[in-house]
């Protein structure tokens, strides 16, 4: 069992975490689940719950939004902390719906609604919190998955469309784990788009805006686990004010 400097959203504590599952019950909604994540005092809450409300705003944002730029979208959403979590599978559908947009927006592939509703769906279904250390796949990896698997037409059955999905989680994933050391879900966003907006001229022949690192990171004091500052390639420290 490991403690973190995360805290529990109904006491405050500070959050554990067991080698071996527990079943515990939903502080909120009741729901009694198999967990690795949990407070002193016992108090779990569920993925349904810890993002409660997140989903309708990331999707409502994504279907509006009339920007070709995934970095801004992804920045904009990430910026709602009122709405987003620190941490949290929240990010993956922020990551795959920033994505979506910014293919639908720039105009090269046509994208509907309905492809970006099934993209966030596919990846609400298996980004699960916590699973970046606990199977070492990151929700984010199968969120990027699910918008090329849909973009591609992938399926089991398929040959080159389902192994060109398959290599783009594998690049996110690896991609995602030079970024480690906390875990750091507004890291991994940033870094899975740059990698996606890579792999849609390789694979869609859509160019996308690249990164610009003129960005600057404003959730450092938020960290839970505390940032990795100079090591996070996002990271930059505001200039103390001339004297």
Excluded at 20 to 49: Q, R, V
Excluded at 233 to 238: D, R, V
Aim: with cysteine; net charge neutral; glycine share 8%.
């Amino acid at each position: 069992m490991a403690t973190t400097t995360e805290n529990c959203l109904v006491c405050s504590n500070e959050l554990v975490y067991f080698d071996s599952g527990k079943e515990l019950t939903c502080f909120y909604c009741g729901k009694t689940e198999n967990t690795n994540i949990t407070c002193p005092n016992g108090h779990y809450i569920c993925d349904d719950c810890h993002g409660k409300g997140v989903f309708a705003t990331v999707r409502d944002y994504v279907l509006k939004v009339e920007s070709g730029n995934s970095f801004d979208i992804a920045e904009t959403i990430m910026g709602f902390t009122d709405k987003v979590p620190m941490l949290g599978c929240e990010n993956a559908w922020i990551a795959a719906g920033a994505f979506m947009a910014a293919l639908k927006n720039e105009g090269t592939i046509t994208i509907s609604n309905n492809q970006i509703d099934e993209v966030l769906r596919r990846t609400r279904k298996q980004a699960i919190g916590g699973y970046c250390g606990l199977t070492g796949i990151c929700g984010i990896a199968p969120a990027m998955g699910a918008c090329f698997s849909v973009l591609l037409g992938a399926a089991c059955p398929k040959d080159q469309e389902t192994a060109m999905t398959m290599k783009v989680v594998g690049k996110i994933v690896n991609a995602i784990a030079d970024q480690t050391g906390p875990c750091c879900c507004k890291n991994f966003v940033r870094t899975a788009l740059i990698e996606a907006v890579k792999l849609a001229e390789a694979y869609l022949n859509v160019s996308l805006p690249l990164y610009n690192d003129t960005i600057v990171c404003t959730h450092s004091e938020r960290h839970p686990h505390g940032c990795r500052k100079n090591k996070c390639p996002y990271y930059k420290q505001t200039p103390s004010p001339c004297r």
